[in-house]
């Protein structure tokens, strides 16, 4: 789970702990436990040979590798919910640190299966998620079938066809490149 400044830190405090003012420390932890009880921790990998992708879009950087592990993370909908509620009470500091722990949160899930794969697997591409480097968000979609697979048709997760944008907020739909074919 995210250190407490990192997650301050996504949230606009970028000054030292010792420096926050009266209340916000402790409003920030309170944060940080509920969203500790809030989130649903979910990592899904599924590995394929270049030739088991098909068509799927790539982007330049994973172009010319041999085999693919497509990636889904998820914290659940808990705190996407309970962000919209702080909002509906007019309470956006709240929602905001919980949403902000959120991308933390999930960012480091993201970060602890790239080490572990990258431990059993050797060197790879970065890890890469649609919406980056010119690479459109839509791809989300057809990504997420192989993330999750493509003969699971109940998916814990859902994308907007028309935007790219992942259902629940906190999730990430991402690939690695293993093995660069040689020409």
């Not at 799927?56 to 705190?79: D, N, Q």
Request: net charge negative; with cysteine.
């Amino acid at each position: 789970m995210p250190r407490l400044k990192a997650y301050l830190a996504r949230s606009g405090y970028r000054s030292a702990l010792k420096d926050m003012k009266d209340g916000e420390l402790a409003l920030a932890k309170e944060i940080y436990i509920e969203a500790l009880d809030l989130a649903e921790p979910l990592a899904v990998v599924n590995d394929y040979e270049r030739r088991e992708l098909g068509d799927i879009s790539l982007p330049g950087k994973l172009e010319g590798c041999a085999s693919y592990s497509a990636m889904l993370f998820s914290l659940g909908a808990g705190l996407d919910l309970a962000a919209e509620a702080y909002f509906g009470r007019d309470e956006p500091l709240r929602a905001l640190l919980l949403d902000s722990w959120g991308s933390e949160a999930v960012e480091c899930l993201a970060e602890n299966v790239d080490e572990r794969l990258r431990a059993a697997r050797g060197r790879g591409t970065t890890r890469f998620a649609p919406g980056y480097g010119g690479f459109s968000v839509r791809h989300n979609a057809e990504w997420l079938k192989l993330a999750v697979g493509e003969d699971k048709p109940e998916r814990p997760v859902s994308v907007d066809s028309q935007t790219g944008i992942i259902i629940p907020r906190k999730s990430i739909i991402c690939m690695i490149g293993w093995d660069t074919i040689e020409d």
